[in-house]
């Protein structure tokens, strides 16, 4: 199950299983990438680049005060994280799908 940032933490059940889904398919898809010689693009990577997300969310101010992310832009900001290297296990991909 993925660890979420306090800031990104999901509410909906629903979204959460989804969130965990892709989690669990990006972490198969590395295990066996092809890119095993290239720097680390793992899922570990991917939650590596949410942390820094949610640092950076951190100091985000919408008229001065602390920007709350409504849910979707959440799913959105984990979508991302976690996808955002998937080329790097391409020739996984179409076995997940």
């Known amino acids: 199950m993925m660890q979420y940032p306090r800031n990104i933490k999901l509410s909906s059940r629903a979204n959460k299983d989804v ?3 892709m989690y669990k ?3 198969n898809l590395f295990k066996t990438s ?3 010689h290239y720097t ?3 899922e570990q990577h991917s939650l ?3 942390n820094y997300i949610s640092k950076l969310l951190e100091g985000v101010k919408f008229n001065g005060d ?3 992310l409504l849910e979707d832009e959440k799913v959105i900001l984990l ?3 976690l996808l955002h290297d998937i ?3 391409n020739n996984k991909v179409s076995s997940c799908l």
Request: net charge positive; aromatic share 12%; proline share 0%.
């Open 19 to 21: 969130i965990n889904v």
């Open 25 to 27: 398919q990006v972490e």
């Open 34 to 36: 092809r890119f095993y």
């Open 40 to 42: 680390d693009h793992s």
């Open 48 to 50: 590596r680049v949410l």
């Open 66 to 68: 602390h920007k709350k």
């Open 79 to 81: 979508s991302a994280a």
């Open 87 to 89: 080329w790097n296990a």
